[in-house]
């Protein structure tokens, strides 16, 4: 039985290896991930005019500074949200005609004079050039627009008649076709840029698709919406890469309390959150998924989107689960034999029967109080139950004899705690019960036996102990006196308090009788 304990135990450190590789490789593919979001060329913030784009679903992508001067909306109002009829007519307001669309179609591009407006509703007349952005297999992949902001004045000059007398109009006319040269040239820079960004970002797919843990980049919010994610996003949640990208986030999860809780956790956070979430797949499996979400920020805090890692989870807590169960029933059965062994012990001494688990009872309250560890309170229990195992070897007429002992009887009855350790130092428990066994009757000030042990060469349990066996044994018939009491025990405590016993142990024992009320019985 101890050599399966130390087995599970072995396989649990092995577990633990394999979680810290598992998060160095999470680590790893967010930082790949993130450089492939990224690889992108950052030339619209170099153009003093208005340059913005859409996706293939009109969710808008890209917003330049000086779309924010022109038109009054901060990026963060603009990136990943829908075309709504209100920025339509006021800033694309020409994708509705027919002429536009069928030139966008026909030739890939339109340019004219536009007549937009800003955020506060005043008007603007710029000279627009749109733009199809292509995918690397010819598809139809957003659309690119540039404003160029024109002088009403000179908008109107430019529209009269050739034959008018205007000595400024023919220049007037030339500048306008060069102002249209320079955007049709913006706007061919800008093209090529999404189309190389692309290419770099289908050269490095195959590394991303590779990785067997789900990456995902999505819009804030509950409902919020995948916008890229790898091959193993489809693996694990059983929906195709169309599926997720038109379904929302939340959809995914077991608890949509759940994923709101989740939400508002990465909001209220620095930057990143990590936990486990129940997944329902499309074929209807339940699934657990360790989920790590970064929130990438605009320079104002709002968040942009999440960039996030998926694990499928599921086998490792199964095994896990059957591991811990094992344990416990392992534990269990040691817990059991413990008691055995006690209940052997005391069947010997029968004016002693229930003193060893009185005294376990006793000790565990005081260690709770004094806010012991659950694994050195648990273990101080088990060391209580058979603390005086070792009198089985003491004789009977020595155990219950009524009189006072004489001297080579009283270092035989000593012996027990050096006879109980021996017994207990070949189990290989997963606690210190021998050692704990071995002390219980040291004293702080170095009279105790067996070894005369001092201060803190005592460990927490044997002080513990100590006092709850003296408590204890005060408290209850002895073959050579009546029981004191409880009252009389404390005194005996109280009056050696920080000379035999333990000062913080006496006040925890103490405090447990008068203030919480304890009963031994």
Not at 27 to 35: C, L, M, P, S, V
Not at 132 to 137: G, H, Q
Not at 153 to 177: A, H, W
């Amino acid at each position: 039985m101890l050599n399966e304990i130390q087995t599970r135990e072995v396989e649990l450190e092995k577990q633990k290896v394999e979680l810290t590789h598992v998060q160095d490789e999470l680590q790893t593919a967010r930082n790949r991930f993130d450089e492939i979001i990224h690889s992108q060329f950052d030339v619209d913030n170099l153009s003093p005019d208005a340059i913005l784009s859409v996706d293939k679903n009109l969710n808008f992508v890209s917003w330049n500074k000086a779309a924010e001067a022109m038109f009054g909306w901060k990026a963060e109002e603009i990136i990943g949200s829908l075309i709504t009829p209100q920025l339509h007519s006021k800033i694309l307001r020409a994708l509705s005609r027919e002429e536009v669309l069928t030139s966008l179609a026909t030739n890939g591009s339109w340019t004219g004079k536009e007549t937009s407006y800003r955020k506060d509703n005043s008007s603007l007349d710029t000279i627009l050039s749109l733009g199809v952005i292509w995918n690397t297999v010819g598809g139809f992949n957003g659309i690119v627009a540039i404003h160029h902001t024109i002088k009403k004045s000179f908008v109107k000059s430019t529209v009269q008649s050739d034959n008018e007398t205007n000595p400024k109009g023919m220049s007037n006319t030339e500048d306008l076709l060069e102002t249209n040269r320079i955007l049709q040239q913006e706007l061919e820079i800008h093209k090529q840029s999404a189309i190389l960004a692309k290419e770099s970002e289908g050269k490095n797919r195959d590394l991303v698709d590779n990785i067997k843990l789900g990456i995902f980049r999505c819009t804030p919010g509950t409902r919020g919406k995948f916008l890229e994610i790898n091959k193993a996003m489809e693996e694990i949640t059983g929906y195709s890469r169309e599926e997720l990208l038109h379904m929302e986030v939340c959809n995914l999860f077991n608890d949509e309390q759940g994923s709101e809780q989740f939400n508002n956790e990465v909001n209220i956070t620095d930057w990143k959150v990590t936990r486990e979430l129940g997944l329902k797949r499309n074929d209807g499996q339940a699934r657990t998924v360790a989920e790590t979400v970064v929130a990438i920020r605009f320079d104002s805090g709002a968040i942009q989107y999440f960039d996030g890692i998926l694990e499928d989870i599921t086998e490792r807590k199964q095994a896990q689960l059957q591991l811990q169960q094992s344990l416990q029933r392992l534990q269990k059965t040691i817990k059991e034999i413990i008691q055995a062994m006690a209940y052997i012990g005391e069947v010997r001494d029968p004016y002693t029967a229930g003193h060893q688990r009185r005294v376990a009872q006793l000790s565990f309250e005081i260690a709770k109080m004094m806010g012991l560890q659950d694994q050195e309170y648990e273990g101080l229990t088990m060391a209580a139950f058979v603390h005086d195992i070792g009198k089985i070897l003491v004789p009977a007429d020595i155990l219950s004899k009524p009189g006072k002992l004489t001297k080579p009887e009283f270092d035989m009855l000593k012996d027990h705690t050096r006879i109980g350790y021996e017994i207990l130092k070949t189990i290989e428990f997963p606690w210190p019960i021998a050692k704990i066994v071995l002390q219980h009757h040291e004293r702080m000030d170095g009279s105790g036996y067996p070894a005369g042990l001092m201060g803190n060469q005592i460990i927490i349990e044997a002080k513990i102990l100590a006092v709850a066996d003296v408590v204890e044994a005060m408290s209850s018939h002895r073959p050579y006196r009546p029981a004191l009491g409880v009252d009389k025990a404390l005194e005996e405590i109280n009056q050696h308090r920080g000379t035999l016993y333990d000062t913080q142990v006496v006040d925890a024992c103490v405090k447990l009788f008068t203030d919480k009320g304890f009963n031994l019985n």
